[in-house]
Each structure stands twice: as C-alpha cells, then as structure tokens.
C-alpha cells in the first residue's frame, strides 16, 4: 500500500528545559511552526506530563525524562545532581524517542532544544539531523555570556564599568547574577555559560527576542556568532492574531483561577491597578514579601498579587485583614497574558523574567521591577535605561527593598509624569513586536526562512 501523502512540510522535535519559563517560548514557538505547515512535537519530561494536563489542538506531546520522574526538580539532592541526570536520562530518551520516531510515518526532520540543553545536539547529530538551539534569554543577556565563556570579560569583574559592544556601560549589578555575585549558583553559571558550548555546530541559532527591541546587540552578535530572532514567541491573539486558537500557552505547571482574575478586574476604573507577579520560581524572604504588602498598602492602588503556595505564609496576616476584597485581589497563579492585556492594569510590578520582561512590552504595560537573579538584573537594567518602560527598585544594606522605595515607584509609574513616557515608550515597543511577528516583519521573515530550509534540505 502507498504510503499516505505527508500532509506538513517537516516534522520538528522540541525540547525545552522543564520550567515554566523555558516551555512557554518553546511550545509557543511550535504553534507559530505548525501554522505555517510543520508538524511540531513538544517532549516534556514524564514528571511534568503526569503532573500537568498540556493543552494544544496543534502541537503534539511527548515525553522524555530528566531522571527524576516521581518529583521533578524538587526530588533532586542538589542543582548539580538534577543537571546531570537530566543530561544523562535526557540523552538517553531523546535518543530512544527519535529512533521510535524514525521508524514510524512521520519521523523527525529537526531537533529544536533549549540551549540550556546542548547535549541534545549530540543526540541529534547521531540521527544525522539538523539541531536548532533555542536561546530562552534575550540578546543581551546572551552576549554578556558569550563574553564570559569567551574568557573576553575576566571573572571577578574587577574593571568597572563593563564595556561589551553593542551594549549601554554596564555596572556590576546590571550584570547577570552569576557574573554580579561572583561564586553564585556555580551549577546555574555553568548551565548558562554553556549555552555557548557547541554552538557552532548547531544548523541553527534561535533566540526569542524581536530586531528593533536589541538591533544593535543582535548585529553585534551576529558577526561572531549568527542568530536569528524569532520572538516575542506570545501567543498570536497578543500579537498578530494569524494563528488559529492562539490564546495561551497551554501548559501551566500551576494552577490557576484565571475567570477570577478577569471578573475582578472588570469591575476596576481602568489604569487602577498593580499586577504583582514574580514568576514561577521565586522565593522571596519574609520580611520582603512584608515591604511589599506595606509598600502597597501606602500607595492606595488596587492590586492584584500572585502568590504561590509556597509562599502564601510570607505575607503579614494584618495586611491580609485589613485588606478588602474590592482593594486587593490573591491568586496562587493568573492568566498572565489576560491580565497584562486588561485596561484595569496599570502597571507590572515584576521580577523581570525574560518572559514576563517580553510579555510586558508586547502588551503595553509598564513595569517597576526587583529583579531577584539569573538574567532579571540584565533585563531590568535594559527595562529601565534602554526601553525605557519601568523603573527598578533599589535595595538596602541589607538586601531588602523597603516599603516607602516600593511605594514611591509605584506611584511614579502610576501616576507621575516619568509614568506618561514610560506607558508611551510600552506602547511603541508593544507595535514594533507586532510588527516583528505580522506578515513580513523580522521574526516572521526569520521563521518562514527557518520553515523553508527545513522543508528543502529533507
Ligand atoms: N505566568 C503566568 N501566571 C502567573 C505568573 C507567571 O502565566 O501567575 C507565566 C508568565 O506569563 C511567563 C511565565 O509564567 O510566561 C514566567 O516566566 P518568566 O520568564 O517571567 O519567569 P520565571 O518563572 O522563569 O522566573
Ligand atoms: C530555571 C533554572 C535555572 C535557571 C533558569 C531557569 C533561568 O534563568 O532561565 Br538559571
């Protein structure tokens, strides 16, 4: 019997590194593909998928595993020893996934994995396929590591201001946390320096970012390491609204109470509102968590704070009593996007995660950020003195961000008149990454190039 005509142009394998802000870009970078004629494939680990119940009507899931199938990353004794088992397992069930795959109708015609994961180009390569690595962080974060893998810029930063072309002077804490606090998470550092290992050997370098928002890092980049920029990778109801049912992203590894969330915030005056949100990971000190609560309450703005379970005990019960429900609104995790997209929010009090970072530009909002590690204090950095579309707040001797630090950038943003620049600043980068991802734009050319290549060379 003759084989049934392949109705897509090539199958992709994506493989993101499991955490929320590394599957959102990725499974969303698979819808973008599927709508323009791949058949897209997102392995997620065996925990995450047991755990989770993903959503897509166009892309297909799979599983790989990280080694630690009854826990996740909790289950893990150190950073180190997670690392290295998602490695080894990694390896080993990518492998035997592509080769289940190669024996059936549609087998894979590219690995996209996350360049926190370069050992998959191995695997790939074993098959003979072409390996996309899939940069998570933006450009700038990206070059400051391609520096420091590089032995360009000498560890500890001794000689300040750092100096990297392309770039704005930065100060030490403008520079990622690893590099910032020298001796940090050495696995993390480890993780992300390598992003840069192999990378040469990969047919392809992605990174969700858009062309205008970093043209003169990116052409930078470009000369001595060719990337091309696919991003914002937000869903296309956000952006361009091409791609059929594109509202969410569809896997969240917590549970949220999104109708919630919408309904409180209708019933808000428009720009009335602060979303607090700091990402999937954070976990900040109590006497933090209590700044905040105090810092907001002397603002007077409605709020609306995600706060996950973990950290749920951290804030003053006072706070929480002498809080109305018409004032201020909890939830354990919220439809983000949806949020940042209602009239109500008039600013995104933030811990500048590349995700929350972009999401924010894409739609409009201005941000105060406090960013806690990773590339957040990159990010803020470019947030504030280059996109200029929020503020940062500064901490004390001790670490912390005290209340009347946090009242007063909220209301600068909110109400002052650096607040009016910084809302028009959002709006313009909020039109160039639609323009980025419509019909034409640089991501979109980028993507149908990416598409066509891989269709031609299978
Ligand atoms: N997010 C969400 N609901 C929340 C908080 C976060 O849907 O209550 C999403 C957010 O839209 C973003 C991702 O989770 O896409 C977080 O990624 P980010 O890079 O901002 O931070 P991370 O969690 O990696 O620290
Ligand atoms: C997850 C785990 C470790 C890191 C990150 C995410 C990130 O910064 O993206 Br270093």
Redesign the pocket.
Same mark, same amino acid.
């Given at each position: 019997m003759e084989k049934e005509k392949r109705s897509y142009g090539a199958h992709v394998l994506a493989l993101p590194y499991p +955490? $929320? =802000?590394h599957i &959102?870009p990725m499974l969303h970078f698979c819808k973008r593909l599927v709508s323009k004629g791949l058949k897209a494939t997102l392995a997620i680990t065996t925990f995450i998928s047991n755990t989770m119940d993903p959503k897509s009507d166009s892309v297909q899931f799979d599983t790989v595993s990280d080694g630690y199938d009854e826990g996740g990353f909790m289950q893990a004794e150190s950073i180190q020893a997670y690392l290295e088992r998602l490695e080894v397992s990694g390896s080993q069930t990518l492998a035997e996934l592509i080769k289940r795959y190669q024996s059936s109708d549609h087998p894979i015609d590219c690995v996209v994995y996350d360049a926190f994961s370069p050992w998959a180009l191995k695997v790939t390569k074993q098959f003979g396929l072409p390996g996309a690595t899939f940069f998570t962080q933006p450009c700038c974060v990206n070059y400051i590591y391609y520096y420091a893998y590089h032995g360009f810029l000498k560890l500890p930063v001794s000689s300040l201001p750092v100096s990297i072309p392309g770039m704005p002077l930065l100060e030490l804490p403008d520079m990622p946390s690893f590099i910032y606090v020298h001796g940090s998470y050495p696995a993390y550092f480890e993780l992300v320096l390598n992003q840069f290992l192999d990378v040469e050997k990969a047919d392809y370098v992605l990174v969700n970012t858009f062309y205008k928002l970093e043209d003169k890092v990116v052409d930078t980049m470009s000369k001595v390491s060719p990337l091309i920029t696919i991003g914002p990778t937000i869903p296309s109801f956000y952006l361009d609204k091409r791609v059929e049912n594109d509202y969410e992203?569809g896997l &969240?590894l917590f549970h949220?109470d999104g109708s919630n969330c919408t309904h409180w915030l209708s019933t808000k005056p428009k720009g009335s509102v602060v979303y607090i949100?700091f990402? +999937?990971?954070?976990n900040l000190v109590q006497e933090q968590m209590e700044e905040i609560a105090w810092g907001l309450k002397g603002s007077n703005y409605n709020f609306l704070w995600?706060v996950r379970d973990s950290e749920g005990e951290k804030i003053p019960e006072k706070f929480i009593d002498e809080t109305t429900s018409e004032k201020g609104l909890f939830v354990k %995790? +919220?439809? $983000?996007?949806e949020v940042l997209s209602s009239e109500a929010v008039g600013c995104f009090f933030s811990?500048c =995660? %590349? &995700? +929350?970072a972009i999401?924010a530009l894409s739609l409009g909002v201005p941000m105060v950020v406090m960013p806690q590690w990773t590339d957040q204090t990159t990010n803020a950095k470019f947030v504030q003195d280059v996109w200029k579309v929020g503020v940062r707040v500064r901490v004390d001797e001790k670490g912390i961000v005290g209340r009347e630090e946090i009242e007063g950038h909220v209301r600068e943003v909110m109400e002052g008149e650096r607040g009016k620049e910084m809302k028009k600043n959002a709006m313009k980068w909020r039109d160039l990454a639609k323009e980025a991802v419509s019909e034409g734009g640089t991501s979109d050319l980028n993507i149908n190039e990416f598409v066509s290549k891989l269709i031609n060379s299978k």
């Open positions: +955490s $929320q =802000g &959102n992203y &969240n949220s949100s990402g +999937s990971m954070a995600v %995790w +919220s439809p $983000q996007l811990h =995660g %590349w &995700n +929350s999401e």
